[in-house]
């Protein structure tokens, strides 16, 4: 059984930074891409990040681009998502996604496992 399990988030101040895990369980880790997406109320879930399974090539959403960082540590099979200088508008439930192959993907329909989601609040 698969399982993503995220941790961090929480309330950020407005120009401030924190850090979301995700650890996966049941897969090769270092074999699948993984991705970040949130959904904020009232919106649909969108891309933020992603990163490939070998080669670390990532992939931002434009509103996150030198703000957030994803990495992935294959040894801890955890990925990561470095967020600064958050904006009120980056408030939103985070889901980590687990990919169906090595090479990211910037749309939902690229990933077969989720988490739960963590909420990041940020307040101004």
């Known amino acids: 059984q698969v399982q993503l399990v995220e941790s961090g988030g929480g309330l950020v101040q407005a120009g401030g930074s924190t850090r979301l895990s995700c650890v996966v369980s049941g897969r090769t880790f270092s074999l699948y891409a993984m991705g970040w997406f949130r959904q904020a109320p009232g919106k649909e879930r969108e891309f933020v990040a992603a990163?490939?399974?070998?080669?670390?090539?990532?992939r931002y959403t434009r509103s996150v681009e030198g703000r957030f960082t994803i990495s992935r540590d294959n040894a801890k099979s955890t990925v990561y998502l470095q967020m600064n200088n958050l904006k009120p508008e980056d408030s939103a439930v985070y889901y980590c996604?687990?990919?169906?192959?090595?090479?990211?993907?910037?749309?939902?329909?690229?990933?077969?496992?989720w988490g739960q989601g963590t909420q990041v609040t940020v307040s101004s």
């Open positions: 990163i490939n399974a070998w080669d670390t090539s990532t």
């Open positions: 996604a687990g990919g169906t192959s090595g090479i990211w993907a910037p749309a939902a329909s690229g990933y077969g496992y």
